[in-house]
């Protein structure tokens, strides 16, 4: 069936190879000018996530199923006959992507980004692009999860299953020092708020923290971890100051001061956080818009973005982001905490957040019949929510209607944080760009429309805004560097016009 770039999955890995005229792969001719992070390159994080993540993620997803078929809402007949197909189904797309078979076109189940999913990948078969391990690798991963998405749509049981869930709550129980932790940092705060008030310089520092804090929480990432590992768990969760400075050398680029200009003169403004994962690192999204509008005088607001169908595993859905809130008040649902007072300053976190949620402080970019997911998967359309599981990277967001409409809802923000590696990959195109293009370069025409941050753990091929000659540095001393989640990034890109 194959030559070396489109066939069955290779065995050994080969140096990353120059990309020829016929993989210069462009979604649009004016952007990016780079080819695609892909697969076919066998030294790449794509080819290992393609040949050997996404197997191991998919056998969890029928593990998810088996585990379901044995309680509750699943125990039926009925719901048990379709739980078997649907394990056939999932098995089946495992087997598709070992033989790098053809991605059919999403079949129509109703739900949001068909006609983007099916005219892209027409697109790719005009390329011979449109095989597992032949698609650029963004494009396939996304489509990935929308297809599993339809697998779920088209029975009559499981419309509302989401895999994934199982994982992310048992993963959130292990988090117990995390949230402890960060809950008694929070508490400190509170009692030296009116020093604070006073002294822009304490300020300062401690917006940094924060800002480090969010960005660590990024590094816990359940499609990276195969299994529940109590140890590697425990080393995610160092996410407090003191983490922070023996951290501070792996911050690749560190665009904070620039951020603090920004910041430190607006006032009242609303925040957008566009979220990654459920668990630990929306619990430190939740800390740094707490510490924002209870602490600061610079937002008065925040809106949430989650996912509105499971998504690269971990990623928040409505029902992710107030099971957070009811576990924090769930007695010893983190096990023994250190002491009745940590208790304490968890639940008294949970009922400020509770009481933003309940005023609109604090709200949700989806509409409320999506919070416990029996609506999951429709179009969703308002505030364009739908945006965000689709294969668009967002310097194109003009050219689709979610797009559009996703933009339009970030439109007047004070400041709009990208969550983690995905929506890096996204701000990016994840094309192979010089390690030293400018981040505003590399986010197109997203640029200056709003004060846009990006906090990211690195967790894929791609890379900007390093100095020139950093990424060599970087190769010779570590050779994950890219993609081990080690290393971070910190990109602020103004509102207003960029000069390029
Ligand atoms: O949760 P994050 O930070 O978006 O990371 C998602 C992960 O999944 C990937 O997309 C690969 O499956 C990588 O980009 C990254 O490792």
Request: charged share 25%.
């Given at each position: 069936?194959?030559?070396?770039?489109?066939?069955?999955?290779?065995?050994?890995?080969?140096?990353?190879?120059?990309?020829?005229?016929?993989?210069?792969?462009?979604?649009?001719?004016?952007?990016?000018?780079?080819?695609?992070?892909?697969?076919?390159?066998?030294?790449?994080?794509?080819?290992?996530?393609?040949?050997?993540?996404?197997?191991?993620?998919?056998?969890?997803?029928?593990?998810?199923?088996?585990?379901?078929?044995?309680?509750?809402?699943?125990?039926?007949?009925?719901?048990?006959?379709?739980?078997?197909?649907?394990?056939?189904?999932?098995?089946?797309?495992?087997?598709?992507?070992?033989?790098?078979?053809?991605?059919?076109?999403?079949?129509?189940?109703?739900?949001?980004?068909?006609?983007?999913?099916?005219?892209?990948?027409?697109?790719?078969?005009?390329?011979?692009?449109?095989?597992?391990?032949?698609?650029?690798?963004?494009?396939?991963?996304?489509?990935?999860?929308?297809?599993?998405?339809?697998?779920?749509?088209?029975?009559?049981?499981?419309?509302?299953?989401?895999?994934?869930?199982?994982?992310?709550?048992?993963?959130?129980?292990?988090?117990?020092?995390?949230?402890?932790?960060?809950?008694?940092?929070?508490?400190?705060?509170?009692?030296?708020?009116?020093?604070?008030?006073?002294?822009?310089?304490?300020?300062?520092?401690?917006?940094?923290?924060?800002?480090?804090?969010?960005?660590?929480?990024?590094?816990?990432?359940?499609?990276?971890?195969?299994?529940?590992?109590?140890?590697?768990?425990?080393?995610?969760?160092?996410?407090?100051?003191?983490?922070?400075?023996?951290?501070?050398?792996?911050?690749?680029?560190?665009?904070?001061?620039?951020?603090?200009?920004?910041?430190?003169?607006?006032?009242?403004?609303?925040?957008?956080?566009?979220?990654?994962?459920?668990?630990?690192?929306?619990?430190?999204?939740?800390?740094?818009?707490?510490?924002?509008?209870?602490?600061?005088?610079?937002?008065?607001?925040?809106?949430?973005?989650?996912?509105?169908?499971?998504?690269?595993?971990?990623?928040?859905?409505?029902?992710?982001?107030f099971s957070l809130l009811s576990a924090m008040t769930?007695?010893?649902?983190?096990?023994?905490?250190?002491?009745?007072?940590?208790?304490?300053?968890?639940?008294?976190?949970a009922?400020?957040w509770q009481?933003?949620?309940?005023?609109?402080?604090?709200?949700?970019?989806?509409?409320?019949?999506?919070?416990?997911?029996?609506?999951?998967?429709?179009?969703?359309?308002?505030?364009?929510?739908?945006?965000?599981?689709?294969?668009?990277?967002?310097?194109?967001?003009?050219?689709?209607?979610?797009?559009?409409?996703?933009?339009?809802?970030?439109?007047?923000?004070?400041?709009?944080?990208?969550?983690?590696?995905?929506?890096?990959?996204?701000?990016?195109?994840?094309?192979?760009?010089?390690?030293?293009?400018?981040?505003?370069?590399?986010?197109?025409?997203?640029?200056?429309?709003?004060?846009?941050?990006?906090?990211?753990?690195?967790?894929?091929?791609?890379?900007?805004?390093?100095?020139?000659?950093?990424?060599?540095?970087?190769?010779?001393?570590?050779?994950?560097?890219?993609?081990?989640?080690?290393?971070?990034?910190?990109?602020?890109?103004?509102?207003?016009?960029?000069?390029?």
């Amino acid at each position: 069936m194959s030559n070396e770039n489109d066939g069955a999955p290779p065995t050994q890995a080969t140096p990353q190879a120059e990309p020829r005229e016929s993989e210069q792969l462009q979604y649009s001719p004016e952007y990016p000018h780079y080819p695609p992070c892909s697969p076919r390159d066998r030294a790449s994080f794509a080819y290992e996530t393609v040949s050997k993540r996404w197997p191991v993620i998919l056998t969890q997803v029928i593990d998810a199923i088996y585990r379901a078929c044995d309680s509750g809402t699943y125990a039926t007949p009925e719901a048990e006959e379709e739980g078997k197909e649907l394990i056939r189904k999932v098995g089946k797309l495992k087997y598709n992507i070992s033989r790098n078979a053809i991605m059919e076109p999403i079949e129509d189940d109703g739900g949001a980004n068909i006609e983007l999913y099916n005219s892209m990948l027409s697109f790719l078969e005009l390329q011979q692009q449109n095989m597992w391990f032949t698609a650029p690798w963004l494009y396939a991963e996304c489509y990935l999860y929308r297809h599993l998405r339809t697998t779920f749509a088209f029975s009559k049981h499981w419309k509302a299953f989401d895999p994934f869930r199982g994982q992310k709550e048992r993963a959130f129980k292990e988090m117990g020092k995390g949230v402890y932790d960060l809950a008694e940092m929070m508490h400190k705060l509170d009692t030296e708020k009116e020093d604070l008030d006073i002294n822009e310089q304490a300020l300062e520092v401690l917006f940094s923290d924060m800002i480090q804090m969010c960005l660590w929480g990024n590094t816990v990432d359940l499609s990276l971890l195969t299994s529940l590992d109590v140890d590697h768990l425990a080393q995610l969760q160092q996410v407090g100051a003191a983490a922070n400075s023996a951290r501070s050398d792996l911050i690749l680029r560190n665009d904070t001061d620039a951020l603090w200009t920004h910041v430190r003169q607006i006032k009242n403004a609303r925040l957008d956080i566009v979220l990654d994962n459920s668990g630990l690192e929306l619990f430190t999204d939740m800390v740094l818009a707490d510490f924002l509008v209870t602490h600061t005088p610079f937002f008065s607001e925040v809106v949430f973005h989650p996912k509105t169908i499971p998504w690269f595993v971990s990623d928040v859905m409505p029902a992710d982001f107030f099971s957070l809130l009811s576990a924090m008040t769930t007695p010893h649902y983190f096990g023994q905490a250190p002491s009745p007072s940590h208790e304490q300053y968890v639940t008294s976190l949970a009922t400020r957040w509770q009481s933003y949620v309940d005023c609109g402080v604090f709200r949700l970019s989806s509409p409320p019949g999506q919070a416990e997911g029996e609506h999951m998967g429709e179009v969703v359309q308002e505030n364009g929510v739908d945006w965000w599981v689709g294969p668009g990277v967002y310097g194109l967001m003009d050219e689709n209607e979610d797009g559009i409409r996703a933009l339009e809802a970030l439109r007047g923000s004070g400041l709009v944080v990208f969550k983690g590696d995905l929506n890096f990959r996204k701000l990016t195109a994840d094309v192979r760009w010089p390690p030293h293009t400018q981040f505003d370069q590399a986010i197109g025409t997203l640029a200056g429309r709003f004060p846009l941050l990006a906090l990211r753990t690195n967790k894929a091929d791609v890379i900007v805004g390093l100095r020139e000659g950093f990424a060599q540095e970087l190769d010779q001393k570590d050779k994950d560097w890219r993609w081990s989640g080690k290393y971070g990034l910190i990109c602020f890109c103004p509102g207003g016009t960029v000069a390029h």
